[in-house]
Every structure is written in C-alpha cells, then in structure tokens.
C-alpha cells in the first residue's frame, strides 16, 4: 500500500460480522447466468466486482452487464476491477451480444453498467447508447437503466462531460445512476481520478437535459466516514434533485485495497434509510449488502 495513506488507514476491522456472511448461492442456481454471459465473452459487474449478491441476483435470472471490457482506465482504491494496463479494444459485437442475453435471460429490467473508458474519444457515452438500442430492437419492452462513469476528460472538461451526459440521456434509460460512492472528505482518497462536484455535476446535467428521468446514487460506507459526514452528502444530493440512493457497506477486496474502517449495523442502515427517506428520496436502498444494482426496477 502507497506510504501515503496514513497508519490508521492501515489498520484493519479484519473480523467480520455475522451480518455480512451469506451464501454465495447453489452452483446450480449460478449455472445459466454464467453460461449465457461466457459463451458470448460478455462482463457482468457481478463477477468482475465480486458482488456478494451475485448468487441472489443469478437465481434470479439477473445481471447488471459490464460495457467496454473489464480494464478499467482508473485506480480507484476500493474497487476490485481489473486495472494498470491498457484496457482492450472495443468487440464491435458486443452491444448484440449484450442484446442476446437479455433475451436468452428474459429480462425485463436491465442495468448498464462500465468501467472508466478515459481513453476513448466519446469516454463510452456512444457505447451506452448503441447497447440500449441493440436492447430496444430485440426486447422492446425491456427497461433499462445505466449506472454510468462521470465521463470527466482532462481535454474537453466540463463542456465534454456535458455532450457525453447528454448522449446517454437522449438515449432515454429509465434510470440514469452515478455514484457519488463517499463523502466529500474521503474522496482524494477513496476515488482517486474523480471529484465530488464533477458527480454532482453529472446528476445535475441529467435533470437539466430531460427532468422527467429519475437519476439515483449510490454511498458505501466503512471508509471512516461520519453519520453527519453521510447526511451532508444525501442533502448535497436532494439539492440536486437525485431521486433514488443506495446505501451499503464498504467490503475490501483484497489487501491491496483500503482497509475497511467501520462495519457499519444493520440498525444503522435502518437509521440512515429512514433518514434518507425524510429528506425525500422517493427509492431507498440501505443496507449492509446493498449495491448499487441491488433489487434495481422494483417498487419501495
């Protein structure tokens, strides 16, 4: 780990509570999932990120589909995404893929989802949208929600961040989700490569473009974050009229990866949902192994 974190950041909660273990699932249960999603060299979020709901999800004949690749252009501290080398190419066939799989899945509510593809022109916004056509042309009635990047470039700054969001807006998802992942003061940290504001700012220029798109955000906590710390960062996003959040517990992936700080419990979720909820989200999800595709498409 870099010298630059400090020793307390170094220092592990390594017991993990009960609350946290769950099966992964039945191997029978996983098997279509995952057949479906390697014959076609597609990516799920939900294995290339290890979720711990993969077996819930998988059972349930559910994916939230990985765009671009697995490599991601980023080095976030906390995310277990494959990264530090050259992503690979664009599979021009992959939006027809993806679109096969929803209809092999029968899906009827798909996410989206990418890594950081700061090496394209377009960071991937003109991906999204070629995939939820290729969707819409075999599923029509499938809905789909994308949980995007924030689409920041150092050469075109914020008027290319606003042409990619509006890309992916035009498209028209039932949900366009960004996560603001931690608190202001942990982002250096936590996020290296992206900045708070420049999150809002994506949330923001979704409700700009077409305000009739409910926009949705994602927190995880356990990084040393306080309650008062994750209420100011719920308020900054109701200021921008974010309409749904999920919260969830940090989980290190491995020892390269932050230490977790906190295992925040289930009656603490309880309590910020409930917070969460007063301040006037309209969908909650708060919750130790809520993720930000977690139960996504389902009424409160």
Same mark, same amino acid.
């Given at each position: @780990?870099?010298?630059?974190?400090?020793?307390?950041?170094?220092?592990?909660?390594?017991?993990?509570?009960? +609350?946290?273990? %769950?099966?992964?699932?039945? #191997?029978?249960?996983?098997?279509?999932?995952?057949?479906?999603?390697?014959?076609?060299?597609?990516?799920?979020?939900?294995?290339?990120?290890? &979720?711990?709901? !993969?077996?819930?999800?998988?059972?349930?004949?559910?994916?939230?589909?990985?765009?671009? =690749?697995?490599? &991601? /252009?980023?080095?976030?501290?906390?995310?277990?995404?494959?990264?530090?080398?050259?992503? @690979?190419?664009?599979?021009?066939?992959?939006?027809?893929?993806?679109? $096969? #799989?929803?209809?092999?899945?029968?899906?009827?509510?798909?996410?989206?989802?990418?890594?950081? !593809?700061?090496?394209?022109?377009?960071?991937?916004?003109?991906?999204?949208?070629?995939? @939820?056509? #290729?969707?819409?042309?075999?599923?029509?009635? /499938?809905?789909?929600?994308?949980?995007?990047?924030?689409? +920041?470039?150092?050469?075109? =700054?914020?008027?290319?961040? %606003?042409?990619?969001?509006?890309?992916?807006?035009?498209?028209?998802?039932?949900?366009?989700?960004?996560?603001?992942?931690?608190?202001?003061?942990?982002?250096?940290?936590?996020?290296?490569?992206?900045?708070?504001?420049?999150?809002?700012?994506?949330? !923001?220029?979704?409700? $700009?473009?077409?305000?009739?798109?409910?926009?949705?955000? =994602?927190? @995880?906590?356990?990084? =040393?974050?306080?309650?008062?710390?994750?209420?100011? /960062?719920?308020?900054?996003?109701?200021?921008?009229? &974010?309409? %749904?959040?999920?919260?969830?517990?940090?989980?290190?992936?491995?020892?390269?990866?932050?230490?977790?700080?906190?295992? +925040?419990?289930?009656?603490?979720?309880? %309590?910020?949902?409930?917070?969460?909820?007063?301040?006037?989200?309209?969908?909650?999800?708060?919750?130790?192994?809520?993720?930000?595709?977690?139960?996504?498409?389902?009424?409160?």
């Amino acid at each position: @780990m870099p010298d630059t974190i400090p020793q307390s950041w170094r220092e592990e909660i390594t017991s993990l509570p009960p +609350w946290l273990r %769950r099966s992964i699932g039945k #191997a029978s249960e996983l098997s279509t999932v995952q057949r479906i999603i390697k014959q076609r060299n597609i990516h799920t979020i939900c294995e290339e990120g290890r &979720c711990p709901n !993969r077996g819930e999800c998988y059972a349930r004949g559910t994916a939230t589909f990985l765009l671009m =690749g697995p490599t &991601c /252009t980023r080095a976030c501290g906390f995310c277990q995404v494959d990264k530090g080398h050259a992503p @690979m190419p664009l599979d021009p066939d992959e939006p027809r893929k993806v679109a $096969e #799989a929803v209809t092999l899945l029968n899906l009827r509510y798909v996410v989206l989802t990418s890594v950081a !593809r700061d090496d394209l022109a377009d960071g991937g916004a003109g991906w999204f949208a070629r995939t @939820m056509d #290729a969707i819409r042309e075999s599923n029509p009635e /499938t809905e789909i929600e994308v949980l995007t990047p924030d689409f +920041w470039s150092g050469k075109g =700054g914020r008027e290319s961040q %606003r042409e990619r969001v509006a890309t992916v807006v035009n498209a028209r998802p039932a949900c366009f989700n960004h996560n603001i992942e931690t608190v202001r003061r942990l982002q250096d940290r936590v996020r290296r490569g992206a900045k708070y504001d420049r999150s809002l700012d994506v949330l !923001r220029l979704v409700k $700009e473009f077409d305000a009739s798109i409910p926009t949705k955000s =994602g927190i @995880m906590v356990g990084h =040393g974050e306080t309650e008062a710390e994750i209420i100011e /960062t719920m308020a900054d996003l109701r200021a921008i009229d &974010c309409d %749904r959040l999920t919260i969830g517990q940090y989980m290190r992936p491995s020892h390269e990866h932050l230490p977790v700080q906190k295992y +925040w419990t289930p009656e603490e979720f309880d %309590r910020l949902g409930a917070i969460a909820r007063e301040m006037g989200f309209s969908h909650v999800r708060s919750g130790p192994l809520v993720r930000s595709s977690y139960h996504a498409g389902e009424e409160e």
